[in-house]
């Protein structure tokens, strides 16, 4: 389907805010080249930016000769957002202004076995009074809420169909958030959540098809393609960790054999260390981001065998890596999350050498592989930002937007 | 980049068009229904459209108790679209009208050895000439030519810029076409031709993504998705048919081992029936589509080596496929080209089994698998349709569109 009027003005208003965040001040006319939309367009949709008061007028530019120009940039008072990373081992929370610079931050511990859902659900409750009372903000001024949860989200119900790590099935968290939290909330999946951030504030900014590749306890490839996320129909898209990548290979908890997952996950990596050394120092046996760490630290000290294990790593993401770019011909591949955060150059250094083995000659020399610059946790940003994508789907609905804003409702689960 | 305000006219434009060609007769206001535009912005679309003479009014029609509406249809008088698929063994030249119905239809035949550019040229060259003289119709009336080419296309510059096949390299094919043809000229990858075929007129056609997978002597994956051709950023994608499926497997023309074409290609189709019995009678070494043919008669008659070797086809395709299932969570998977048509249900079965076998459940619940309903060839179809989103991105361009439309010339190589 084309998308409708509706979707489209929603698409040019979020591009215009994504501009100003970019770089302000900004003069509608800048706004203008910078979109390639008409000036009449940016003047009214700065408008109803104006009137959410997500930006601001902040004075005059000399143009040659002209008249001054308005000059308009993120009005940091207009409201907070909250972006929330659930993760097997902690729930972390961050709140930002709305140029979506972090303003506070709090890390929630969740023990081994912690993992209810009604456990969850009281970690955010407090990391949340925690970041906003940090902040010295009213409760009434977040204007939403992003959580970004491992699993496969069914964000129109508000649940989480199935968390493998969890053994969650069909758990109804945006419900059993909304008891505790007042305010409009966006459930969706982390690896979409880097994805939106990258999209936003990193290394697929302006870019027209970017793959991000997130490489964690688990692996996924967040697609932005068209300039936008690619969720797929079922908001499923990027579940590249399960494909398979040497038939008959190692076991992977999805019940198949050999996705890449099994190979470049930090278990996987584990695995590679203890099948080539299993006495290695490097190794430690039940805590995955000291092994990761102590990998990057050997590669630093010229160790063979950390040497080894990331030539060993970088060799399967090469594969792959070469398949999607045969396949979507993007312009840039981004390394995300912590295992490419801690591995770093000589890991993407490895990655380029083994997809240029791999990939085809054009699609190849048409794409970027790169770290990932955002400075920040993804998730958490990723998660505000499609808390400010909802705000400003929400423009023009609200009867007045200083009210305290609706919370979405899931409907109860079967 | 979001899209301009000249793309998304061009695009709502084409969606106007798609829906009326679907449909016809139709009113502004079930356009309107359909696409979700405003019923001011369909009606300024109708009038560009009534303009370039691309439909036509035809009537009214009562609304209930209110004024009566008038309805438009495709003008099959407003000029004609041609589409060439130009293969390895034969050059197809089709003519359709603006409904995208074909009237005349012209192959030559491409002699072993026959595949100097200059010959390529004069084919095609040849077929336009008789497509034109039997549908009776002026020359002036071609709105415009597709020409689908196996190999890397560079539509920017309208050069072919490797096809294996024949060893071409950097080959000014649109310059050349253009010496002899005096319309404006659309060069692409057949992929994507069949692709732009599914989504306009088969089985993609109102799906928001879809996979087409071609099965032919080569192998690829056309992308549609968000509700359009993916093209990558160097107008690659789709190169799934040098997706690795089995490290250190059969070698591939392309210099790797264990592509996907290597298995699933009709070549590797050949091999997997001569390792298995080298002696069938099944088999035509030198005759890819005698052997295809043998075997779908095999399958009907349950011969047990057509069997396996469909089985063993459908075995490598499902491990790819739900590769593509999980990494997109498309609508619909689409089997095209001859391969797919000429094997038909039988293999359509057995790949959907083996893709339940490897994907994840819930990417997979959500995908059909199906065969291309398309009934003419899709490379022909899909070019012509190239032709008319081309003559539709010049509406409003062209001071006058009853003149001869200018000549798209490429760049000369160097």
Redesign the interface.
Known sequence: ?????R??RT??RS?VLRRIIARSPASRQELAAA????LA?VATLVGELLDLRMITEVGYEDSAGGRPRGLVAVDASGGVLIGVDIAETYVRVELFDLALTPRARDEQEMRPGENRPEQVVARVVAGVGAVVARAGEAASRVLGIGVGVPG?IDRDRGVC??AANWDWHEVPLLELLAEHLAHPLYLDNPLRACTVAELWFGAAR?R??AVVVNLGTGVG?G?A????L???????????G??????DGRPCH?G?HGCVEAYAGAPGIMRSLRELDPGSPLLHPEDQTATIDALARGVAARDPVALEVVRITAGHLG?GI???V??????VVVLSSWVAATLGEPLLDEVRKAVGR?A?G??F???EIVLSPVPTDPVCLGAATFALEGALRSAGRRPAHRTAPPVRRSAPSP
Chains 1, 2 share one sequence.
């Open positions: 389907m084309r998308r409708t009027s979707d489209i698409a040019n591009e979109t390639g939309l008409s367009t496969q169909a199935y302006g027209e098809d490839a697609l393609l068209g300039g936008g690619h969720r797929g129909v079922s908001n499923s898209a990027g579940e590249w399960h494909t398979t990548l040497v038939p999805c198949n594969t070469a398949d999607l045969n396949l979507l011909n993007p312009e791999y085809l054009r699609p020399a048409a794409t």
